[in-house]
């Protein structure tokens, strides 16, 4: 069983940053490739991008690529998201989710991924 717990959100200013963590508190997390998505009041929920389970490969969807960074420290069940020059639209309830499908994150659908995170809240000012 694998349990994720994101962190790290909060209020910042437009053009700041935040970094969310993503902590399983199962073992073998190294197996799973990690996606984390992102849904505003209203709107559905969007995928943000993903990494790999040894992280060397980072997927970015085309509104964050160049502001987020993915990244991943195996040896603490930890996944990071480094969000820089945060805009108004990026402001969302964050999630992680895990999975370990023999495919590229970016080819993930929603229903592979097995485990989720509750969330942690984004807020952007402008």
């Known amino acids: 069983q694998v349990q994720l717990v994101e962190t790290g959100g909060g209020l910042v200013q437009a053009g700041g940053s935040l970094r969310l963590s993503c902590t399983s508190s199962g073992r073998s997390f190294s197996n799973y490739a990690v996606g984390w998505f992102r849904q505003a009041p209203g709107k559905e929920r969007e995928f943000v991008g993903g990494v790999s389970r040894e992280g060397s490969t980072t997927y970015y969807t085309n509104s964050v690529r160049g502001r987020f960074t993915f990244s991943r420290d195996n040896a603490k069940n930890t996944v990071y998201l480094q969000m820089n020059s945060l805009k108004p639209e990026d402001a969302a309830v964050y999630y992680c989710?895990?999975?370990?499908?023999?495919?590229?994150?970016?080819?993930?659908?929603?229903?592979?991924?097995?485990?989720w995170g509750q969330g942690t809240q984004v807020t952007v000012s402008s």
């Open positions: 989710a895990a999975g370990n499908k023999p495919k590229q994150i970016r080819d993930y659908a929603l229903s592979d991924y097995d485990y």
